[in-house]
Structure formats: C-alpha cells, structure tokens
T-cell receptor
Framework: KNQVEQSPQSLIILEGKNCTLQCNYTVSPFSNLRWYKQDTGRGPVSLTIMTFSENTKSNGRYTATLDADTKQSSLHITASQLSDSASYICVVSGGSSNTGKLIFGQGTTLQVKP | GAGVSQTPSNKVTEKGKYVELRCDPISGHTALYWYRQSLGQGPEFLIYFQGTGAADDSGLPNDRFFAVRPEGSVSTLKIQRTERGDSAVYLC?????????????FGQGTRLTVV
C-alpha cells in the first residue's frame, strides 16, 4: 500500500532554534517528493520538490533531503521564526503512472515560541 | 486568475442538505484536483480532472459525491444528502498539465460544517 508517514506528529521549539522533521514513504514507483507548509486555515504552499536523482534542496532557511534507497526524507528548518509555526506536510507523487493521487502524510504541526 | 480561488470559504449546512463547492483554477491549467482534509490529517485525494473529463475519481467516498468541470476551467464539487462525517476542509489544486507537473497550486479551501 502506498503510504507516507511523518514524525513527530507535533513539535514545539523556541524561536531561533533549528529543527528537523522526518518523512518515510512506501510509494512505488516514485516520481517526486514535496514538502508543503500549511498555515492554519490556508491551503498548502510548496516549499521544495525533489525527484529521484536529487538528494538535497534548499529554499531559504528550509533544507530538504531525500534518500531514495531508504525511502526517507527530512526537512530541516534553520534559525526558526515565529512565522514558521504551521503544519508541514510531506507529499509523494508516484504509484500508478498517470494518477492524480498525490499521497499526503498526516503532517507535523510545528509551534515556534518566543 | 492569480491563484486558485475557492468559494465559499466557509459553509454550514444541515444534515441531509445538498451543497456545492466551487473552484476557480489558475487560468490555463488543464489539471484540477479535489482533496478533503479532516482535522489534524493530511489531505486525501478525491478526484482529478484533465480538461473537462474526470481522469481519476477513485477517491470519491461514495455516490453522494460528484464533481464536474464542464468547460475545462471552473469545477464544482457537489455533495448530496450531507452527513456530519462530511465535515472537513475541501481543497482544490490546479497544475499546468497533469500529475507529473512539479508543482500543484492549492486554493485556501472551503470549510464545510454539517450540523
């Protein structure tokens, strides 16, 4: 079964600290992996997208890694800010060759405190 | 338009009623997706349109749910005989050509509450 599992489910950190969110997936075949940020009451917004051949990609203070052999990804947030408080969702595109099913993880809720 | 627009942003309806949720995708995007997100969960796939046709509707939970995209742009998700379990945020996304696009753009969602 194609699944995406994220950990931790929730996380509280102090402003200025770093954190790392984890994503494991069993989707096969694999097309790409995306990390989205979802603010409360808003739609998801893409942070990074990685294909099979990419193992790291950065977007400002966000750095995603991908290990396609172990089917694991991480999202590292550096020097956190209060505005980073949101849900971070790992999404894998793959499975059947032409399906619209982006397979979503359940998300990690990050709270950054002053 | 500049982004994906969904209306209404909030909808409260009584159990058993019929509702329609609207999605205006980014102009020129041929692919349109509907997802449902329950509280504390990631979005779940409902249906994917390629142009006017539903290329994959395997995520629709039952025959009370139906979606159309008659002119290949605006889409309407229709829910008949609503149940309290239908309460969720319904998200719409669009992308330029299809699932292999590297980016899908999401609307802000419609929060449906069935009382």
């Amino acid at each position: 079964k194609n699944q995406v599992e994220q950990s931790p489910q929730s996380l509280i950190i102090l402003e200025g600290k770093n954190c790392t969110l984890q994503c494991n997936y069993t989707v096969s075949p694999f097309s790409n992996l995306r990390w989205y940020k979802q603010d409360t009451g808003r739609g998801p917004v893409s942070l990074t997208i990685m294909t099979f051949s990419e193992n790291t990609k950065s977007n400002g203070r966000y750095t995603a890694t991908l290990d396609a052999d172990t089917k694991q990804s991480s999202l590292h947030i550096t020097a956190s800010q209060l505005s980073d408080s949101a849900s971070y969702i790992c999404v894998v595109s793959g499975g059947s060759s032409n399906t619209g099913k982006l397979i979503f993880g359940q998300g990690t809720t990050l709270q950054v405190k002053p | 338009g500049a982004g994906v627009s969904q209306t209404p942003s909030n909808k409260v309806t009584e159990k058993g009623k019929y509702v329609e949720l609207r999605c205006d995708p980014i102009s020129g995007h041929t692919a349109l997706y509907w997802y449902r997100q329950s509280l504390g969960q990631g979005p779940e796939f409902l249906i994917y349109f390629q142009g006017t046709g539903a290329a994959d509707d395997s995520g629709l939970p039952n025959d009370r749910f139906f979606a159309v995209r008659p002119e290949g742009s605006v889409s309407t998700l229709k829910i008949q005989r609503t149940e309290r379990g239908d309460s969720a945020v319904y998200l719409c996304a669009s992308s330029p050509t299809g699932p292999k696009d590297t980016e899908a753009f999401f609307g802000q969602g419609t929060r449906l509450t069935v009382v």
